[in-house]
């Protein structure tokens, strides 16, 4: 697996790639904007990105923006976000849109090494890994609408919105896989989504109701239109 990875900080982005290649990971890239990071996955074509929120020169969404931009331009490739704060917008704004190979997860989860460079495989195989808090966010955000819900399908709408399939979300509430095919079939009927079988749609829609809305709140960044 080839990655490249962007972020600002050094020490943070040598620590990174320091973890990544000690577990097999091959660091092709590490930048410190956004534009050298478009320059380089353009060029060496990465199996996963990772990239900060916020970069040079105004450190408020250009990673966000070319996060965006990358997944517009090379599909193929998983995109692993990396941010300081929780932003459950931004980050059901991003993975709604497509949720395979896409990541969110707050700087404070890399602590946990083997944890980053498991969300790391997930992405880079086109899974779709969100922080707990940032879920947790969403679902406080929408917490009126949730009233139908009983505490277990809370749950399960959670580890849904994470991405994981009804097999790994039984395992990790307990529960059969059964039960959780249950649970979802009730929590899309009352939240008024379309029950599907296909993952990315369960999770496009279980992520599309916690945004609350489609429009997206980024800019565009230079050159969104060409693609090579």
């Known amino acids: 697996m080839r990655a490249v990875i962007a972020e600002d900080m050094v020490l943070l982005r040598d620590g990174l790639a320091r973890a990544l290649s000690a577990h097999g ?4 890239a590490e930048v410190g904007d956004a534009g050298a990071l478009i ?24 990673g966000a923006r070319a996060a965006r931009l990358i997944r517009e331009r090379f599909p193929e490739i998983g995109v692993l976000i990396l941010s300081h704060t929780v932003d459950p917008g931004l980050a059901f704004m991003l993975a709604a849109e497509r949720p395979a190979g896409f990541g969110y997860l707050l700087k404070d989860s890399v602590i946990d090494v083997a944890a980053f460079i498991d969300a790391v495989r997930q ?32 749950d399960v709408l959670a580890e849904l919105a994470r991405g994981r399939s009804n097999a790994a979300i039984a395992q990790a509430l307990f529960i ?37 809305g489609p429009d997206s709140a980024l800019t565009p960044m230079p050159g969104a239109g060409h693609r090579p």
Request: proline share 4%.
């Open 25 to 28: 990971v091959d660091v092709v």
């Open 39 to 62: 320059e380089a996955v353009t060029r060496l074509r990465p199996d996963v990105v990772i990239v900060d929120v916020r970069m040079p020169p105004s450190f408020t969404d250009e």
């Open 123 to 154: 992405v880079a195989g086109h899974a779709t890994v969100i922080d707990p808090a940032v879920v947790s966010a969403g679902l406080a955000r929408r917490g009126g609408a949730l009233g139908a819900l009983s505490e277990r399908e809370r």
């Open 176 to 212: 059969s896989a059964r039960t959780v095919d249950a649970h979802l079939r009730s929590i899309f009927l009352k939240l008024g989504l379309e029950h599907s079988a296909d993952a990315n749609n369960r999770v496009r829609a279980a992520l599309a109701w916690l945004l609350d």
